[in-house]
């Protein structure tokens, strides 16, 4: 059974910093990319940053420079390192694990943390 479970969200003041992870199981996480993507209030979800294997980055260009995605392979775990937050990066953040398989696309998603920026 696949799951990815989130963690690390929270509740932040503008400026600040926070680190999400995602602890994948039931997957060979070396071959799957790795992504995070967020959805804030009546918005759709929307591609926050993806890592592959190899540790090629992608990001969306709100967050450039100050997010960064990282995977560590020997804990099955992905991150997501947040710094200088601002209100609208307030969302409900998702782990998902990707890959593809006879030109399928296979996509596993987390169930979310909330992040909460605000004074």
């Known amino acids: 059974q696949v799951q990815l479970v989130e963690s690390g969200g929270g509740l932040v003041q503008p400026g600040g910093s926070l680190r999400l992870s995602c602890a994948a199981s039931g997957i060979i996480f070396s071959s799957y990319v790795m992504g995070w993507y967020r959805q804030a209030p009546g918005k759709q979800r929307e591609l926050v940053a993806t890592i592959t294997s190899g540790s090629s980055t992608n990001y969306a260009d709100p967050v450039k420079g100050r997010f960064t995605i990282s995977r560590d392979s020997a804990k099955n775990t992905a991150y997501l390192q947040m710094n200088s937050l601002k209100l609208e990066d307030t969302a409900v953040y998702y782990c998902?694990?990707?890959?593809?398989?006879?030109?399928?696309?296979?996509?596993?998603w987390g169930k979310g943390t909330l992040v909460t920026v605000s004074s």
């Open positions: 998902n694990a990707r890959r593809i398989s006879s030109l399928q696309v296979i996509s596993y």
